[in-house]
């Protein structure tokens, strides 16, 4: 029987002993000897080859259904989604400090644990496989490690120690993941290495038999999705920062640009914007829209019985039979309408980041303040509002940047995340140039309040309608001026932002008027 | 009724026993034994999470970890495992570097291997007296840096630190060998009778020494014209 025949033979139990998987039918590829499987975003294509091959040593249909429970197991539980798989190889990376050595032992443990669920819990070929396929270098010691802890011989010898090491890994608890892969990856990682430096003297590799994991395997979304929550389970910048320029170029590849997906080549990739971009959409913060206008004209709301005086004009004379008689005939009750005016929906917003010598430099380590402008740009964007950035440190002397209003969320991120250090000063027309571009719009300000001219600030916000969203980095005697100095101002809201899950506290435009009487001021 | 899933009982729920499974519960029951015994060393010997480095404290700490390591089987990947446990809080509800080692030495002396290598790279804590009282015919190689009082009384085994020692390192020792790949701190060598250190890198300072050869850097600094041995 052909693979083709095989694969549709298969497929239906295979389907069926994993319980419905949402992959499409496995395809036929030409494909090499040497390589059994590859995954391009949920497609298993098999390669015809590769069946052939090993035709002569075992069943046609043993081989396709142990191939196909390899790969659904990978899309059914170990990578199972591009976040884990970004994390599994992060820490790997934290091991072997070498991208390809990283790859490798992150393909290798992802091969362990889907093949030993595999095997524990299902009907599988997956040792049969095993047995069958070439055994030298790491994949020896794999073939080595199967045997003492799926108990059957599959013709494998030597390494004890390593084994041994090897088999105290709990492959089946994701929780330690994390934990599990630096050990995994400790005890393989000279072996690795020498093949690494084989390599590179004869350029011939032994690939990995049943496919290697690549960002192939994945779809733009699920990598966008991936990225977001590696951001916000990362320790700190430098590590996502790391793992991303690692994948920088399978990622531009796959069309993957900082400013998110899409078809074609974007812009670069920059590790830091992402980084931010990522972090930020974990965190919503609502915007209070502007409060509704009356209209002035009356619209039929309710009915009401007719009674002698009131106007005629007013009868509805479907709901009173063509009567003119007190008590049955009905006439509309109008209420006046009520509309959004022409200040309808959500202003624009002007954003002011302080980045300062005293603030901490978005792209050596996460910045509360980039967080927190990240975060309120996207609020904005999200209801089609324009953002404009006024990113200032000591301004009066050059060090500011000065973004118009508009829709574009990359320009945004990047004077966002402009850095310059230095003293700290507003130049408080370009404020009034920038407010004087839209048409009332919100002002969001982010910084610590150590501003030398903080006092005109106070007195430039005492003296606008334009509502201001102030948050302030930690409390020191300028936020509390800054308090004083802004208190009996309704359209200034003021918080602090001590660690990042304080950002989905801000509500931004909140106008005191609109709070109950406990409102959290500081 | 004939209830729709029953064809799928066969498929998703059998789970078969793998020997993983056992070496992972074994693993588990093993650790838990060596836990207790350094627990029941740390209620005899730091009740008030004190403990004092002192001849006679450690003398007697290493007699009750002895006691307390009766009848258990490990490997020297359980002693690992120990070593991380130790530095993970949640499993140990106190670390006190000083029993730790002695805990630690105790089970490298009864192992059953007589090379034992230990990955310690990523612990966060130094022990202290790793290599404590090695007798002879035992290798222990540790991987990583080590605290104070390394090897001392060491007792013709051969201890190689893959990293740094601080101080008072094979302070006592009788005979056999310590090779530190990096540096040592204060007091090295004192007290000790005879054996070897040798250290390939700095040594910051030698203890007052009675007998045996320390080199640094492939140069012999005791005995040497400089420094005479001490006669207590």
Same mark, same amino acid.
């Given at each position: 029987?052909?693979?083709?025949k095989?694969?549709?033979?298969?497929?239906?139990?295979?389907?069926?002993?994993?319980?419905?998987?949402?992959?499409?039918?496995?395809k036929?590829?030409?494909?090499?000897?040497?390589?059994?499987?590859?995954?391009?975003?949920?497609?298993?294509?098999?390669?015809n080859?590769?069946?052939e091959?090993?035709?002569?040593?075992?069943?046609?249909?043993?081989?396709?259904e142990?191939i196909?429970d390899?790969?659904?197991?990978?899309?059914?539980?170990?990578?199972?989604?591009?976040?884990t798989?970004?994390?599994l190889?992060?820490?790997?990376?934290?091991v072997?400090?070498?991208?390809?050595?990283?790859?490798?032992?992150?393909?290798?443990?992802?091969?362990?644990?889907?093949d030993t669920?595999?095997?524990?819990?299902k009907?599988?070929k997956?040792?049969?496989l095993?047995?069958?396929?070439?055994?030298? /270098?790491i994949?020896?010691?794999?073939?080595?490690?199967?045997?003492?802890?799926?108990?059957?011989?599959? /013709?494998s010898?030597?390494?004890?120690?390593?084994?041994n090491r090897l088999?105290?890994?709990?492959?089946?608890?994701r929780?330690?993941?994390?934990?599990?892969?630096k050990?995994?990856?400790?005890?393989?990682?000279?072996i690795?290495?020498?093949?690494?430096?084989?390599?590179?003297?004869?350029?011939?590799?032994?690939?990995?038999?049943?496919?290697?994991?690549?960002?192939?395997?994945?779809?733009?979304?699920?990598?966008d999705?991936?990225?977001?929550?590696?951001?916000?389970a990362?320790?700190?910048?430098q590590?996502?920062k790391?793992?991303?320029?690692?994948?920088?170029?399978?990622?531009e590849e796959?069309?993957?640009?900082t400013?998110?997906?899409?078809?074609?080549?974007?812009?670069?990739?920059?590790?830091?914007l992402l980084?931010?971009?990522?972090?930020?959409?974990?965190?919503?913060?609502?915007?209070?829209?502007?409060?509704?206008?009356?209209?002035?004209d009356?619209?039929p709301?309710?009915?009401?019985?007719?009674?002698?005086?009131?106007?005629?004009a007013?009868i509805d004379?479907?709901t009173?039979?063509?009567?003119?008689?007190?008590?049955i005939?009905?006439?509309?009750?109008?209420?006046e309408?009520?509309?959004?005016?022409?200040?309808?929906?959500?202003?624009?917003?002007?954003?002011?980041?302080?980045?300062?010598?005293?603030?901490?430099?978005?792209?050596?380590?996460?910045?509360y303040a980039?967080?927190?402008?990240?975060?309120?740009?996207?609020?904005y964007?999200?209801?089609?509002s324009?953002?404009?950035?006024?990113?200032?440190?000591?301004?009066l002397?050059?060090?500011?940047?000065?973004?118009?209003f508009?829709?574009?969320?990359?320009?945004?991120?990047?004077a966002?995340?402009?850095?310059?250090?230095?003293?700290?000063?507003?130049d408080?027309e370009?404020?009034q140039?920038?407010?004087s571009?839209?048409?009332?719009?919100?002002?969001?300000?982010i910084?610590?309040?150590?501003?030398?001219?903080l006092?005109?600030?106070?007195?430039?916000?005492?003296?606008?309608?334009n509502r201001v969203t102030?948050?302030?980095?930690?409390?020191?005697?300028h936020?509390?001026r800054f308090?004083e100095?802004?208190?009996?101002r309704?359209n200034?809201s003021?918080?602090?932002?001590?660690?990042?899950?304080?950002?989905p506290?801000?509500?931004? /435009?909140?106008?005191?008027?609109?709070?109950?009487?406990?409102?959290?001021?500081? | 009724?004939?209830?729709?899933?029953?064809?799928f009982?066969?498929?998703?729920?059998?789970?078969r026993?793998?020997?993983?499974?056992?070496?992972?519960?074994?693993?588990?029951e093993?650790l838990s034994?060596?836990?207790?015994?350094y627990?029941h060393?740390l209620?005899?010997?730091?009740?008030d999470?004190?403990?004092?480095?002192?001849?006679?404290?450690?003398?007697?700490?290493?007699s009750?970890?002895?006691?307390?390591?009766?009848?258990?089987?490990?490997?020297?990947e359980?002693?690992?495992e120990?070593?991380?446990?130790l530095?993970?809080s949640?499993?140990?509800?106190?670390l006190?570097?000083?029993?730790?080692?002695v805990?630690?030495s105790?089970?490298?002396?009864?192992?059953?291997?007589?090379?034992?290598?230990?990955?310690l790279?990523?612990?966060n804590?130094?022990?202290?007296?790793?290599?404590y009282?090695?007798?002879?015919?035992?290798?222990?190689?540790?991987?990583?840096?080590v605290?104070?009082?390394?090897?001392?009384?060491?007792?013709?085994?051969e201890?190689?630190?893959?990293?740094?020692?601080?101080?008072?390192?094979?302070?006592?020792m009788?005979?056999?060998k310590?090779?530190?790949?990096?540096?040592?701190?204060?007091?090295?060598?004192?007290?000790?009778?005879?054996?070897?250190?040798?250290?390939?890198?700095?040594i910051?300072?030698?203890g007052?020494?009675?007998?045996?050869?320390?080199?640094e850097?492939?140069?012999?600094?005791?005995?040497?014209e400089?420094?005479?041995?001490?006669?207590f």
């Amino acid at each position: 029987m052909d693979i083709e025949k095989t694969i549709q033979k298969v497929w239906p139990k295979v389907r069926r002993k994993h319980l419905f998987p949402q992959i499409p039918l496995p395809k036929v590829i030409e494909g090499g000897e040497e390589v059994a499987l590859e995954i391009k975003s949920k497609q298993l294509l098999i390669s015809n080859s590769f069946f052939e091959k090993l035709k002569d040593v075992m069943e046609g249909e043993e081989i396709v259904e142990a191939i196909l429970d390899h790969g659904i197991t990978h899309y059914m539980y170990c990578p199972w989604d591009f976040h884990t798989h970004l994390t599994l190889y992060n820490e790997a990376k934290k091991v072997v400090r070498k991208k390809d050595l990283a790859q490798r032992a992150t393909t290798c443990f992802m091969d362990v644990v889907a093949d030993t669920y595999c095997v524990k819990g299902k009907d599988t070929k997956i040792p049969n496989l095993y047995k069958n396929l070439h055994k030298t /270098g790491i994949h020896e010691v794999l073939t080595s490690l199967y045997e003492k802890i799926w108990g059957v011989n599959l /013709g494998s010898r030597g390494h004890d120690e390593r084994i041994n090491r090897l088999s105290r890994i709990p492959y089946l608890e994701r929780k330690k993941w994390e934990e599990s892969i630096k050990k995994f990856t400790k005890v393989i990682q000279d072996i690795l290495e020498e093949e690494l430096e084989n390599e590179q003297e004869s350029p011939q590799r032994r690939p990995n038999p049943l496919g290697e994991h690549s960002l192939d395997n994945y779809s733009l979304e699920e990598i966008d999705r991936g990225l977001r929550e590696f951001a916000s389970a990362v320790e700190d910048l430098q590590e996502f920062k790391e793992t991303v320029e690692d994948l920088k170029e399978e990622l531009e590849e796959q069309g993957y640009a900082t400013g998110g997906m899409g078809r074609g080549r974007g812009n670069p990739i920059d590790a830091n914007l992402l980084y931010y971009m990522k972090l930020a959409e974990s965190y919503t913060l609502p915007i209070r829209k502007l409060p509704i206008e009356k209209m002035g004209d009356l619209h039929p709301h309710s009915h009401m019985p007719w009674e002698i005086g009131k106007p005629f004009a007013d009868i509805d004379i479907w709901t009173s039979f063509g009567k003119i008689i007190p008590g049955i005939t009905q006439i509309w009750k109008k209420r006046e309408g009520e509309t959004f005016g022409e200040l309808e929906g959500t202003p624009d917003c002007l954003i002011i980041i302080d980045s300062s010598g005293s603030m901490i430099n978005p792209r050596e380590r996460l910045s509360y303040a980039v967080l927190g402008a990240a975060c309120a740009c996207n609020a904005y964007l999200k209801n089609e509002s324009r953002v404009a950035i006024y990113n200032f440190s000591d301004a009066l002397r050059g060090n500011k940047i000065i973004l118009d209003f508009n829709h574009e969320k990359e320009r945004i991120y990047q004077a966002i995340c402009r850095y310059f250090g230095g003293g700290t000063a507003l130049d408080l027309e370009d404020t009034q140039y920038l407010l004087s571009r839209a048409d009332n719009p919100d002002i969001f300000i982010i910084t610590d309040m150590q501003i030398t001219n903080l006092e005109k600030l106070i007195e430039f916000f005492n003296q606008i309608q334009n509502r201001v969203t102030a948050v302030h980095l930690g409390h020191n005697v300028h936020s509390t001026r800054f308090k004083e100095g802004t208190e009996k101002r309704k359209n200034i809201s003021l918080f602090n932002v001590k660690e990042k899950e304080d950002n989905p506290k801000i509500i931004l /435009g909140k106008i005191k008027e609109y709070l109950s009487s406990t409102s959290e001021w500081g | 009724m004939k209830n729709p899933f029953e064809s799928f009982h066969q498929v998703g729920g059998r789970k078969r026993e793998i020997p993983l499974d056992k070496i992972l519960q074994s693993k588990e029951e093993t650790l838990s034994k060596i836990l207790n015994g350094y627990e029941h060393l740390l209620k005899n010997e730091a009740k008030d999470l004190v403990w004092l480095m002192q001849y006679s404290t450690v003398i007697k700490a290493y007699s009750i970890a002895e006691k307390g390591l009766e009848g258990i089987e490990y490997t020297a990947e359980d002693i690992e495992e120990f070593c991380y446990a130790l530095d993970r809080s949640d499993q140990i509800p106190y670390l006190i570097t000083g029993p730790a080692g002695v805990y630690i030495s105790a089970l490298c002396n009864y192992a059953k291997e007589e090379e034992i290598t230990l990955h310690l790279r990523d612990l966060n804590v130094k022990v202290n007296l790793t290599g404590y009282r090695l007798p002879p015919n035992k290798k222990l190689i540790v991987e990583g840096n080590v605290g104070d009082f390394t090897g001392i009384g060491l007792d013709g085994g051969e201890l190689i630190i893959e990293g740094s020692g601080k101080n008072y390192t094979g302070a006592g020792m009788k005979r056999g060998k310590i090779i530190v790949r990096h540096n040592l701190g204060f007091n090295t060598g004192h007290g000790m009778t005879g054996g070897e250190i040798i250290v390939g890198g700095r040594i910051k300072g030698l203890g007052k020494i009675v007998g045996g050869k320390i080199f640094e850097r492939e140069h012999l600094v005791f005995p040497n014209e400089g420094v005479k041995p001490f006669y207590f």
